[in-house]
């Protein structure tokens, strides 16, 4: 097990650095930072999805799972040469995936981050998990990143679309469909 916390402040950031989980130091803006903590964001807002009422019990537990596999992501990011993702993490996703997937109606339209709450706050973490696969992208440019790491936020995005479309269903909301309208001005 790790350090424990028993102070919050220790006022070593307070010169713009950051103490990374091998030991080593560097800037609150580094593209380590980023990547790391966007994957925390994306985390918080599975968890805010979690909060929100009638989400059902699989759905429940496959985003608690994912949560902890979202918590182990951001340990390998934030430990340079880590590896805590593994593919059958990324086979998983996309057995859930497929699961879900497979009752839902095929796409003929786009359709807009809403649905009910729960489905909207699903759309929300789905971006941000985007984000961070696209600083974990930005990273893997100027240093080694394992591609297990890309690759698992990639399914996870589209797991959450899937979840969202599953969760505007159970709300009774519907997927709302986009629609293209040209309107003249005047």
């Not at 713009?16 to 380590?32: A, E, H, Q, V």
């Not at 799972?65 to 993702?85: K, N, R, S, T, W």
Request: with cysteine; aromatic share 4%.
């Amino acid at each position: 097990m790790g350090n424990r916390l028993s102070k919050i402040y220790t006022r070593t950031g307070d010169d713009g650095s950051t103490g990374l989980g091998d030991g080593s130091r560097t800037g609150k803006d580094s593209l380590r930072v980023e990547a790391y903590g966007t994957v925390d964001e994306a985390n918080s807002a599975i968890g805010v999805v979690l909060a929100a009422p009638g989400v059902p019990a699989g759905v429940r537990d496959l985003l608690t799972a994912v949560q902890h596999q979202m918590f182990d992501l951001g340990g390998e990011l934030c430990i340079p040469g880590h590896a805590a993702i593994q593919a059958a993490d990324i086979d998983a996703l996309e057995r859930h995936l497929d699961h879900h997937n497979a009752d839902l109606p095929a796409l003929k339209d786009f359709i807009l981050p809403a649905g009910g709450e729960a489905a909207a706050r699903c759309h929300l973490a789905r971006t941000i998990v985007r984000r961070a696969e696209r600083a974990t992208v930005a990273l893997s440019r100027v240093e080694p990143v394992r591609g297990e790491a890309v690759r698992y936020l990639n399914r996870l995005s589209d797991l959450l679309f899937v979840l969202a479309r599953v969760l505007a269903r159970a709300d009774g909301q519907g997927e709302v469909l986009w629609r293209h309208e040209r309107r003249n001005a005047g």
